[in-house]
């Protein structure tokens, strides 16, 4: 067999990131028949909801995809997760059956007509005279007719025309993220109806399958809402308030995306992307690059749907604005730790469109650097708990729908009853609560090296309460945030 691709070489042929997390969900030996593969192909039925497998082909050789389901994606999520089985090893090498040996046959003639075809036309292009058969234009002395001297020159070639199979994927994919938006909103109107204490909101299935339609229609990003908020059905004495409040921000999203045309456009590009509309990263990089010293403050890995997400929150010196940098590992991948919390780094970054938060870090001047006037630096960007609510709240005043927003405050640790808090003489923040929510909050890092005074850190604002990060000393900072475990990934 040739040899094995990587999951990076994978990710690079996938139509989007979603494609590439809905594969990723689907990439389990168990859920696969007749998987094999040999030097240049490999194949499997995958069983789907439906009552026929779809029988999924990939020539890796020559790369090219089929597969009988019915997404107009290429290469669909079955092809990914087929590819991504075989970059893991988990395909056995073996002899192909006839019907994925007819399918190579045809694909490798099809290849050598089309060759043939090309190299025909090179030659008529490179044998002298007009290829086209028409008199030439010119009298034989370099001069057209009418006496213009031209020499060798060729006249530029016209522009292309628009690619017609490109405007109509494109609008194809519109069409298909307003449908599925209108079947979310129509799931809304259902889940009120029957109300929470509907015993179907308790089975894991119920959300899944919603979210499985939102990947088909291109809104993976909604899709991963929707998972999250399974997870929050019983976790708590007031997931009802949870649930219902997260209900809620789904329809304004379900009732925003349909209506992006008519909002500000700044407005409607956080909407698309928040949506799950994916901007390619060279788009992004080709922007107008944001140039600062940037302040590493806080790093937080979070699991979601079997992809470990590290988020590393920048802030620039001289603006004060905020920036998320995002890296993502499947099973046994590395994430990124070129970001070293407490350090900074002069560099350019590029956001993605709209107020968004997020942004690709790009041209680096330097490495990331760690000396006495980081530290003050930090110290100096540290505000009280009200002027860190109010900063939180800008943020959130702008897109409703963020679920972490950064803050360096300066505050103590404080206790009330059974639950932990930051507190100064201006008010407090709830620490997310340990008893119920999946995250390490550090507290008991942060009583350790505070001793219960007063500190400058980092933390990450979520509806549910704050997630500390990093604590800022004046000789070192102090990175506490939630880590990813790594018996999942190689590297955290």
């Known amino acids: 067999?040739?040899?094995?691709?990587?999951?990076?070489?994978?990710?690079?042929?996938a139509p989007s990131a979603s494609a590439m997390s809905a594969a990723q969900s689907l990439a389990t030996p168990t859920r696969w028949s007749q998987l094999g593969a040999?030097?240049?192909?490999?194949?499997?039925?995958?069983?789907?909801?439906?009552?026929?497998?779809y029988d999924t082909m990939v020539d890796h050789a020559r790369l090219g995809f089929a597969c009988s389901c019915p997404s107009r994606q290429t290469p669909c999520k079955h092809a990914l997760a087929l590819l991504l089985l075989w970059v893991r090893g988990q395909i056995a090498d073996t002899v192909a059956p006839s019907h994925i040996e007819a399918w190579m046959q045809r694909r490798g003639a099809a290849l050598s007509r089309a060759a043939a075809a090309a190299d025909n036309e090179a030659g008529e292009l490179s044998g002298g005279g007009n290829a086209t058969g028409k008199p030439d234009a010119t009298d034989g002395s370099g001069a057209t007719l009418d006496g213009a001297v031209i020499g060798d020159e060729q006249p530029a070639p016209p522009a292309p025309p628009p690619d017609p199979d490109r405007n109509t994927a494109r609008d194809d994919r519109v069409a298909r993220m307003h449908a599925g938006l209108a079947e979310l909103d129509r799931w809304l109107d259902d889940r009120i109806r029957t109300g929470l204490a509907d015993p179907s909101l308790a089975r894991y299935a119920t959300w899944d399958q919603l979210a499985a339609r939102l990947v088909d229609a291109q809104a993976g990003s909604l899709a991963n809402r929707v998972r999250r908020l399974a997870g929050l059905v019983g976790a708590s004495p007031d997931w009802h308030d949870d649930v219902l409040a997260e209900l809620g921000m789904l329809h304004l999203l379900a009732q925003a995306g349909r209506r992006i045309g008519a909002l500000p456009d700044s407005?409607?590009?956080?909407?698309?992307?928040?949506?799950g509309w994916q901007v390619r990263q060279a788009d992004v990089i080709a922007g107008v690059p944001d140039t600062d010293e940037w302040l590493i403050a806080g790093r937080s890995d979070v699991r979601e749907d079997r992809i470990e997400v590290r988020r590393h929150w920048l802030r620039g010196v001289n603006s004060g604005r905020w920036a998320l940098?995002?890296?993502?590992a499947a099973y046994q991948q590395s994430l990124d730790t070129s970001l070293p919390v407490g350090s900074s780094l002069r560099a350019d970054l590029h956001r993605y469109p709209g107020p968004a938060l997020r942004a690709l870090v790009g041209t680096r001047y330097h490495d990331p650097v760690d000396h006495p006037s980081v530290a003050a630096q930090f110290a100096a960007s540290a505000c009280s708990i009200a002027d860190g609510c109010a900063e939180v709240g800008v943020m959130v005043a702008a897109e409703p729908w963020l679920d972490r927003v950064p803050v360096t405050v300066h505050a103590r640790l404080a206790r009330a009853g059974q639950a932990w808090a930051l507190a100064d003489s201006t008010g407090s923040m709830p620490i997310l609560d340990l008893g119920t929510r999946a995250f390490d909050a550090g507290v008991a890092m942060l009583l350790?090296?505070?001793?219960?005074?007063?500190?400058?850190?980092?933390?990450e604002w979520t509806p549910h309460g704050v997630v500390p990060l990093s604590i800022h000393?004046?000789?070192?900072?102090?990175?506490?945030?939630p880590?990813?475990?790594?018996?999942?990934?190689?590297?955290?």
């Open 38 to 53: 040999d030097r240049t192909g490999v194949w499997g039925s995958f069983q789907g909801s439906g009552a026929e497998p």
């Open 267 to 275: 407005l409607a590009d956080a909407v698309a992307t928040t949506v």
């Open 473 to 481: 000393l004046p000789d070192r900072t102090v990175d506490i945030g």
């Open 483 to 492: 880590r990813a475990n790594t018996s999942f990934v190689s590297a955290a």
């Open 1 to 13: 067999m040739s040899a094995a691709w990587s999951v990076e070489q994978v990710a690079s042929v």
């Open 325 to 328: 940098a995002l890296s993502f």
């Open 448 to 459: 350790a090296v505070s001793g219960g005074k007063p500190v400058d850190l980092t933390v």
